[in-house]
């Protein structure tokens, strides 16, 4: 069974970097069948898709933070990173990794639990 | 961008009745792009339907999707109790994803 599993810390400060990594298991994050990808959601509010990218590293960026984001992946150690910089209170949300099945039309068919990242001094 | 509307904000029903949620388009979707997605609260969502009418894997034929364009609809047929939850559309297009900000299923 796949499963993902969102580490990084769960408070930032304003103005410094969000780093979280994504550890897929019972899978492998190589296969051609699937992009990865981070979606957030504030609290109480909706989803919003961060980015998207492929085991070959080709990425896909939501516009409204494509300045701010960088998405990467190690096929060694089966994981993808997410990287959000100049952090605002308005960046606090639960972050989620997903799974993209190309074969579904792109389609978030696994998702992490999530993890609540809260950007306060 | 492709923004997604739905609609009702709140539905408020009995177990036992039927759900219809509405997912409007700005402009017009794929079928192929167009998924559901269930969330309740503490949990990630949920895919329920992809390609507007495909039940995703272990998803009860309760559930079903259809149409087309700029107009898509998800119907339960007879809610359950745990079917009381949050319902997303999604749909990609030029590289990008967008979610309807959501239609909230209440027990009435």
């Known amino acids: 069974q796949l499963q993902l599993q969102e580490s990084g810390p769960g408070l930032v400060k304003p103005s410094e970097t969000l780093s979280l990594t994504c550890t897929v298991s019972g899978g492998s994050i190589s296969s051609s069948n699937y992009y990865w990808g981070w979606i957030r959601q504030p609290p109480g509010k909706g989803l919003e898709w961060i980015g998207s990218?492929?085991?070959?590293?080709?990425?896909y960026y939501n516009p409204s933070l494509t300045s701010r984001v960088t998405i990467s992946v190690d096929t060694s150690k089966n994981q993808f990173s997410l990287k959000l910089t100049s952090v605002t209170a308005a960046d606090t949300a639960v972050y989620y990794c997903?799974?993209?099945?190309?074969?579904?039309?792109?389609?978030?068919?696994?998702w992490g639990q999530g993890t609540l990242v809260t950007v306060s001094s | 961008e492709i923004v997604l509307t739905q609609s009702p904000g709140t539905l408020s029903l009995s177990p036992g009745e039927r759900a219809t949620l509405s997912c409007r388009a700005s402009q017009s979707v794929s079928s192929s792009y167009l998924a559901w997605y269930q969330q309740k609260p503490g949990q990630a969502p949920r895919l329920l339907i992809y390609g507007a009418s495909s039940r995703a894997t272990g998803i009860p034929d309760r559930f079903s999707g259809s149409g087309s364009g700029t107009d898509f609809t998800l119907t339960i047929s007879r809610l359950e109790p745990e079917d009381f939850a949050v319902y997303y559309c999604q749909q990609y297009g030029s590289s990008l994803f967008t979610f309807g900000p959501g239609t909230k299923v209440n027990i009435k």
């Open positions: 990218i492929y085991y070959s590293g080709s990425t």
């Open positions: 997903a799974r993209i099945w190309r074969s579904s039309g792109l389609a978030l068919d696994y």
